[in-house]
């Protein structure tokens, strides 16, 4: 079982930057793929970015390229995830996921392989 914990969240202004961390609860946090998505209330979760188990491979939504840095220490079982530029459009709740069963060069860019989730951390931007 893994146990997942978002933390970093919070209110800042528009422009601004947040780095949002994932505390894992896991023997071998290298053997998983791990990945941010965020979503609103009502509406679909959707994908932010991705790591790979060793940190070689990352890949980003196209709306947050640029601007958003993945990133994990798996001696210290973390994953973060950097925020720059934000914008009001980047207020929601964001998650963390893991997943173990990945086998391509990158974790999946969808919600329904992740096997774990954190319960989330809000973001909110003001403009």
């Known amino acids: 079982q893994v146990q997942l914990v978002e933390s970093g969240g919070g209110l800042v202004q528009a422009g601004g930057s947040l780095r949002l961390s994932c505390t894992a609860s896991?023997?071998?946090?290298?053997?998983?793929?791990m990945a941010w998505f965020r979503q609103d209330p009502g509406k679909e979760r959707e994908f932010v970015a991705a790591?790979?188990?060793?940190?070689?491979?990352?890949i980003y939504a196209d709306s947050v390229k640029g601007r958003f840095t993945i990133s994990r220490d798996n001696l210290k079982n973390m994953v973060y995830l950097q925020i720059d530029s934000l914008k009001p459009d980047d207020t929601t709740v964001y998650y963390c996921?893991?997943?173990?069963?990945?086998?391509?060069?990158?974790?999946?860019?969808?919600?329904?392989?992740?096997?774990?989730w954190g319960q989330g951390t809000q973001v909110t931007v003001s403009s």
């Open positions: 996921a893991a997943d173990r069963g990945y086998s391509d060069t990158y974790p999946p860019a969808r919600p329904g392989p992740y096997e774990y």
């Open positions: 896991v023997r071998t946090l290298s053997r998983y793929g």
């Open positions: 790591i790979s188990r060793t940190g070689d491979n990352t």
